[in-house]
């Protein structure tokens, strides 16, 4: 049976999101859980853009093992041999290189000829294959390109040695006939096309990045590339999930295979939903909260008559049938790492020491512990080791009464090794939080975007905040996960700030390093 391959690029093309900012920590977690997907290649980051990245895509290459890792560099020189450092360590070092070949990508962007174009790109192809085993090659725009000149520009890298040549749809232009009819007429006129993997990358802008790839499929394409949940620059790339099960489901028509793992769908999409502190829409194929609610009455009464009178994929196809609560206060150690491996957490005992104490704390406050909780203290247990000096927030008290204005008190511990107490006013208990927090980090802030949310059910479920803030000129976003959402969004608030002083701690050290070797 044809083979398709699933490239996934939520940790590069889906981290451009505006307002995404994941941390190491948080990058591995996700790159470990798309190993277990099943992800033919995972990109987990651009090397050259900055530290942060550079070290993410090094840790990732020398822990994913099942899965080609890969990073994204432009055809430059100093990009290709940065991408070397980060991923020669990888099982099977893997290179992305892209140039545009869209006319108006050309003349205003790169400011150069076709012909230049393709001399570029066969140099930044030959290069990369002096040091990776494999390359893949990736016309920007190319859907807006001419056709001819795509042939031209893939004969050259092919010959050249690209083992993978990418076909974007970079700004979500195309239409499913007019995407599926670029690659016939590909796989008719490239020299070599057929020893090369074929790849397909769509963008949402128009709703039909996952159309699309499919039409790419029916017409040649060996790879499709997307992300978790669609996330990605602008309306997102296609959605991975929705293209694995569109062919899980459809196999009496398209007859392919993929080798995704889709009962690992839901945990895959959930982490990436909780780590990038971007909501899933209620309505979302395969992984929305209402992708298997059934409402109206004559649903139900087909449902209970026969449930594929409306029901075409079941929970647990995508591992969301959930277990009956196995843990409480009363359970040991035993059970809750047994726990921790079933829902595909890699903990050290050290580490999980730490997470049962949270535990058992939470257990004290809680009656019901759910698979929610449990993932939120794992998570979170994820996020918060770093050497990098940081703010710890230690305690929050706020005053409120319809008739006072409210005020606000944190004592936190600060990068400088201090513990101070700060407290102001504002127009609402949240607002008197981040105006307090304002005077503790001393900085510009500017709060761009703030949700608060519940995680699990019942009265009392834990609550998630979510702050994207502007710190000094960037961009940064914060989770913070509580039993009460003010105190939620105060940490929110913080791990925006810490994000970014972690980041800054990185790139001090890069500097640092730079300058011993010179
Ligand atoms: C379609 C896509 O998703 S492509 C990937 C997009 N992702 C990102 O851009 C995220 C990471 N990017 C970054 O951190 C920065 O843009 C960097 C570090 C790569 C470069 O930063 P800067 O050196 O400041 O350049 P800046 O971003 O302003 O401009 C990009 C430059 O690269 C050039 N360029 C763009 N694509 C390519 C390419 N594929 N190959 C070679 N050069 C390229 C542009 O023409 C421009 O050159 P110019 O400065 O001579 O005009
Ligand atoms: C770098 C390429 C593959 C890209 O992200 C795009 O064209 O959208």
Redesign the pocket.
């Known amino acids: 049976m044809r083979r398709i391959d699933f490239f996934d690029t939520t940790l590069r ?1 889906g981290e ?1 999101s505006a307002g995404i900012n994941l941390n190491t920590a948080e990058k591995l977690e996700i790159a470990r859980q798309l190993e277990r997907l099943g992800a033919s290649v995972i990109e987990a980051g ?1 090397p ?3 530290p942060g990245d550079f070290e993410a895509v090094q840790r990732i290459a020398t822990t994913v093992r099942n899965s080609t890792v890969t990073g ?1 560099a ?3 020189k100093s990009d290709i041999d940065t991408s070397w450092d980060a991923l020669k360590g990888a099982e099977q070092p893997h290179l992305h290189v ?3 070949t869209s006319p108006i990508h050309m003349e205003y ?3 150069k000829t076709p012909d230049q174009v393709v001399d ?1 790109a066969v140099e930044a192809v030959k290069y990369a294959r002096s040091k990776f085993p494999l390359v893949q090659w990736s016309a ?1 725009d190319a859907f807006r390109s001419d056709p001819a000149f795509l042939v031209r520009i893939l004969n050259e890298v092919i010959a050249a040695g690209a083992t993978t040549v990418n076909i ?1 749809d ?1 700004v979500g232009y195309a239409s499913p006939q007019e995407y599926g009819a670029l690659f016939r007429f590909l796989k008719e006129n490239v020299r070599g096309i057929d020893r090369v993997k074929l790849s397909a990358h769509c963008h949402d802008d128009l709703g039909m990045a996952v159309a699309n790839s499919i039409a790419a499929i029916e017409n040649g394409a060996d790879q499709v590339e997307g992300t978790i949940n669609g996330i990605g ?1 602008r309306a997102g790339n296609a959605a991975l999930e929705e293209i694995a099960v569109a062919l899980h489901i459809r196999k009496d028509f398209y007859n392919l295979e993929t080798g995704i793992h889709l009962n690992e769908i839901k945990r895959t999409s959930e982490l990436v939903s909780r780590l990038t502190g971007v909501m899933i829409q209620p309505n979302k194929a395969v992984v929305g909260k209402n992708a298997f609610a059934h409402e109206s009455g004559i649903h139900q009464d087909g449902m209970l008559k026969n449930p594929e009178t409306y029901e075409i994929i079941t929970p647990a196809l995508i591992g969301a049938a959930k277990e009956p609560l196995a843990l409480g206060k009363h359970s040991g150690r035993a059970a809750f790492k047994d726990r921790a491996i079933t829902m595909g957490f890699t903990v050290s005992d050290d580490q999980l020491n730490e997470v049962f104490a949270e535990f058992k704390e939470l257990a004290d406050k809680k009656k019901e512990i759910t698979e929610d909780d449990l993932f939120v203290l794992f998570t979170r247990q994820q996020l918060e080791h770093t050497d990098t000096p940081i703010y710890d927030l230690e305690s929050i008290q706020v005053q409120y009464g319809t008739n006072n204005v409210p005020t606000a008190t944190v004592t936190s511990s600060t990068p400088e090794g201090e513990t101070v107490s700060v407290a102001t006013t504002g127009a609402g208990s949240v607002e008197a939080i981040f105006n307090t927090l304002e005077l503790l980090v001393k900085g510009d802030v500017h709060i761009l975007d703030y949700q608060v949310s519940s995680i699990g059910k019942g009265r009392d479920a834990l609550g998630q905040a979510v702050v994207n803030l502007n710190f000094n000129g960037k961009q940064l976003t914060g989770r913070g996960i509580a039993q009460d959402v003010l105190e939620a969004s105060a940490k929110a608030y913080l791990n925006a700030i810490n994000r970014q002083l972690v980041r800054q701690s990185l790139e001090t050290q890069k500097e640092l390093a730079v300058e011993t070797v010179n």
Do not use: C, M, Y
């Open positions: 093309d451009q651009f050259a853009s900055s994204l432009r055809a430059v892209f140039l545009a962007k790169l400011k570029i920007e974007p970079t620059e």
